[in-house]
């Protein structure tokens, strides 16, 4: 039985016929895509139903995030937000809490709300905005009930007298030195190892981490995803990641594909070797089942995190000084490229700040001189600040980048300030480059570091609004089909699934995101509002009723 | 009782500058007094002589030795590892730092509960040090751990010749006057271990209060008269049992010498230097205070400093 769909209008991405009205599907695939009168020798041929629910609305290929982390997804998601910026769940839209008064009015609210003796978890708070946090002001909403708040970077927390009890956490064991100011309740970086550990049982237990995969397979529907990227499988532990995601992220009742891309090192155990890593990589390719795909992907890690300046940047550096991290010794780096390179897979790197770029591009020519390679899908992952050289040499070394455009919305105001100064803040995710480079190019949102809400990147990517409202170099906005190409047909090219999906033809996967307005023609500052009205997936309809 | 800290001596230092060979020798020559736990970032660079390993934990990840100490890769992060070797009788860990970290950043890691760091070694390989600090990605990196060692363990002396660091070490420049120059060890040298293994005085580690260390007491004896070498090394042998460490100089007739005792491990060399004879002992403050066996079993040759038997209380361990 064939279903023909029609539509006010359908973008294809298929640049020979970027627009149509009518598209006809057959078990889960797309037989043609055009006109109505166009498809009855079809039609003719086949028993066939018309389906007319979306006629007043425009069809476009299923959305794609090539990089985000379930598993991370996971622990974030049974938390409650109190965020500075907006964040669009399935359960609701949590709106910006920017003052330190409205942040304890909605701890109070939350207080309130939650049953009694569970533990709350906050998360979201930022002291730009929110004030100094502290354990007093937490016990001032409840000294009984534990309570914690986590900083939006996930690099510090808060607990309350009774989250402290809980977790036994005793004033005697904590040292001088280890990132942690007890009397505040206040555990930082190194010290947070701490925190994470004791805080385990109610993090990842496996009922805990099983409703937050739940919660994440919403929050996936309703950003109108039809395929994501786990970018890398095994972060927190391999197998345990990967069976919990084979037993939820697969079954009827997922809109959605996932491909595996597994963490170079943590697939290696014992004594295992780097060079034993591609043939380990390939074994996993045997678990794949409808929607889990492992591919010959791989990721691999450069420098530290964007978010928390840990990036590796080439002078001027950063404003204090302080230095970025490596986070394998860039001997390592090259060991797994070079395994990977000569057995013929795509890998995906980690590289965020323009040194950390440099030396990725330095190891990739170095392979090239090896073995040269074509079409080898070699990603850039992040690609938070580049200089307009390195995007010719991405260009000429075949490599694709896959960006975090919400760095640029959530850092460049403070990272003009406290960080890298306006030039280079402004610069970040050099996108149009890109596309002027013919370069493929995709969005991402490294969820839970960017909502996982594609058209809320494609709307920084056109617009370079930063939080405070400034438009940070415009020169490199993006139009909105370069956007929305990066949220689909690109982002295909960078999970190494453009034959299946991302674009509109004869033949891919029937993989749709339905919305009320058409992006490439409404009010560009719009586009991050645009109410999503279903998803598609493999010619299934999954309604959305917000 | 206040519970024991363990202390850590962190062994830092690049990729190839010589960590895990010097962690090999370490294992190979069994020099470690018991009860230390090795925590490496992967067995697959460790040689570990079959004669050794006494038992291999089921997920292969912990490896005991016949002499009581264990090896322990780090496949989890920092934090993990210290639980995990919580429940392990041990009394020192040595552990081997990724060579991307920087000794400060690992110092405030390695203050878990129950642990310290007492000690930084950043290895420094002797032939490639002067490129690597140039190097365009981990130029800063290398000059950084070699900045905040407590000591450096030059390696590959033999094929280098000799080493010396550059001017741009010097602990009098501007962003660097809080640090202390490091001391430096050469690899092959047979005190290092000793060195490695007691706490650092007066070098970069700051702690925060003396309730940062394990509580440790001493007592001391002074020579008076010369004692035979054999004697020497056999009551050196039948120390009580909570005397965790000894050492001083020892008048024989062959001359002075220098005794560092750690465990069971213990070393007599000739001193190169005039020195006071006399021996101080350590031990925690817990245990009960040796001094009166001592003062007894040394009587023919030492006597107990002050001659009471009150010891003195080593916050700092030293
Ligand atoms: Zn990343
Ligand atoms: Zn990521």
């Avoid at chain 1, 260009?395 to 306006?422: F, P, T, W």
């Avoid at chain 2, 293994?197 to 209060?209: A, C, D, H, I, M």
């Avoid at chain 2, 003396?210 to 008269?225: G, I, N, P, R, V």
């Avoid at chain 2, 010498?257 to 000739?270: F, M």
Wanted: with cysteine.
């Amino acid at each position: 039985m064939l279903t023909l769909f029609t539509a006010k209008s359908i973008i294809t991405m298929n640049p020979s016929m970027p627009a149509a009205d009518a598209i006809l599907v057959g078990d889960g695939r797309i037989i043609e895509v055009g006109h109505e009168d166009k498809m009855q020798p079809w039609l003719d041929a086949h028993p066939h139903t018309v389906d007319r629910q979306f006629s007043e609305k425009v069809i476009c290929p299923g959305f794609i995030d090539p990089h985000l982390h379930p598993t991370m997804a996971a622990v974030l998601l049974p938390m409650e937000f109190i965020t500075a910026m907006r964040w669009k769940l399935p359960w609701g839209i949590v709106e910006p809490t920017t003052t330190a008064e409205q942040f304890d009015q909605r701890m109070v609210a939350l207080h309130a709300q939650k049953e009694p003796d569970a533990p709350l978890f906050i998360w979201g708070y930022h002291q730009l905005w929110h004030g100094p946090m502290g354990k007093q002001r937490i016990n001032n909403v409840s000294s009984e009930r534990p309570m914690v708040v986590w900083h939006r970077s996930f690099h510090e927390l808060y607990m309350n007298d009774a989250a402290l009890k809980m977790t036994e956490i005793n004033e005697q064991d904590i040292k001088p030195g280890a990132q942690v100011d007890f009397s505040n309740g206040h555990f930082y970086e190194n010290g947070l190892g701490l925190a994470i550990n004791r805080l385990n049982p109610w993090l990842l237990a496996p009922d805990k981490y099983a409703a937050g995969l739940q919660r994440l397979k919403q929050v996936v529907q309703h950003g109108g995803h039809t395929s994501i990227g786990d970018l890398a499988t095994g972060l927190f532990d391999f197998e345990s990641e990967a069976n919990a995601l084979a037993s939820i992220l697969d079954g009827d009742d997922v809109p959605f594909r996932t491909r595996l891309v597994a963490h170079g090192t943590a697939i290696l155990k014992g004594s295992q070797s780097i060079e034993d890593g591609p043939a380990l990589a390939m074994q996993l390719i045997e678990r794949n089942s409808h929607r889990l795909k492992f591919g010959k992907h791989i990721k691999l890690f450069c420098d530290g995190a964007f978010f928390s300046q840990l990036s590796q940047l080439m002078e001027p550096g950063y404003i204090d000084g302080h230095q970025g991290e490596w986070l394998m010794p860039p001997e390592i780096l090259e060991q797994n490229m070079r395994a990977y390179w000569h057995a013929g897979f795509q890998i995906h790197v980690h590289a965020c700040g323009d040194l950390g770029i440099e030396l990725t591009l330095d190891l990739l020519e170095k392979m090239q001189a090896e073995k040269p390679r074509f079409n080898h899908g070699f990603t850039i992952e992040h690609f938070g600040f580049s200089t307009p050289e390195q995007i010719k040499r991405i260009k000429a070394l075949g490599a694709q980048v896959s960006a975090n455009v919400y760095y640029l919305h959530e850092l460049s105001d403070i990272y003009s300030r406290e960080g890298i100064g306006y030039e280079r803040a402004s610069q970040m995710s050099r996108l149009a480059s890109c596309f002027t480079n013919d370069i493929n190019t995709a969005l991402h949102s490294d969820f839970t570091m960017a909502p996982a809400e594609p058209l809320n990147s494609a709307w920084v990517a056109v617009n370079r609004i930063n939080h405070a409202g400034e438009v940070m170099c415009a020169q490199e906005c993006l139009t909105a089909q370069q956007a929305l190409e990066a949220i689909t047909i690109n982002a295909a090219h960078v999970l190494g699934m453009a034959a299946d999906t991302g674009s509109l033809r004869a033949g891919k996967y029937a993989d749709f995101t339905i919305l009320d307005e058409d992006p490439l023609t409404c009010d560009a500052m719009r586009i991050r509002d645009l109410r999503i009205h279903a998803t598609v997936f493999e010619g299934k309809v999954f309604p959305l009723d917000s | 009782m206040k519970q024991r800290l363990i202390p850590i001596t962190i062994i830092s230092g690049y990729l190839g500058s010589g960590k895990t060979t010097f962690i090999n020798r370490l294992l190979a020559a069994d020099v470690l007094p018991s009860k230390v736990a090795v925590l490496v970032n992967d067995f697959g660079d460790i040689n570990i002589d079959a004669k050794l390993i006494a038992q291999i934990s089921d997920d292969g990840s912990v490896v005991s030795l016949t002499n009581g100490c264990v090896c322990c890769t780090l496949q989890d992060d920092l934090a993990n590892t210290f639980e995990r070797i919580s429940s392990l009788a041990i009394d020192h860990v040595l552990l081997e730092a990724s060579g991307v970290a920087l000794p400060n950043k690992l110092r405030t890691q390695c203050h878990y509960p129950g642990y310290f760091p007492q000690h930084c070694a950043v290895t420094v390989d002797a032939e490639n040090y002067h490129k690597k600090r140039q190097d365009k990605y981990v130029g800063n990196l290398v000059q950084q751990q070699v900045l905040q060692a407590d000591t450096l363990i030059i390696t590959k002396l033999d094929l280098a010749g000799s080493f010396e660091l550059p001017d741009s070490h010097d602990p009098g420049r501007p962003n660097s006057t809080d640090l202390s120059p490091a001391k430096q060890y050469s690899v092959t040298d047979p005190q290092l271990i000793y060195h490695l293994l007691e706490p650092v005085k007066g070098l970069n580690y700051k702690p925060g209060s003396s309730s940062d260390m394990a509580s440790f007491s001493s007592c001391t004896l002074e020579q008076h008269k010369p004692i035979d070498i054999q004697e020497l090394s056999d009551l050196l042998a039948t120390v009580p049992a909570q005397i965790e460490r000894i050492k001083g100089f020892v008048d024989t007739p062959t001359g002075l010498q220098l005794i560092q005792k750690v465990g069971k491990r213990c070393s007599i060399v000739p001193a190169d230097a005039a020195q006071n004879p006399g021996l101080v002992f350590i031990y925690p403050s817990q245990a009960a205070n040796p001094a009166e066996v001592l003062q007894v079993n040394w009587k023919p040759w030492m006597t107990l400093r002050g001659n009471h038997l009150h010891s003195a209380h080593h916050p700092e361990q030293s």
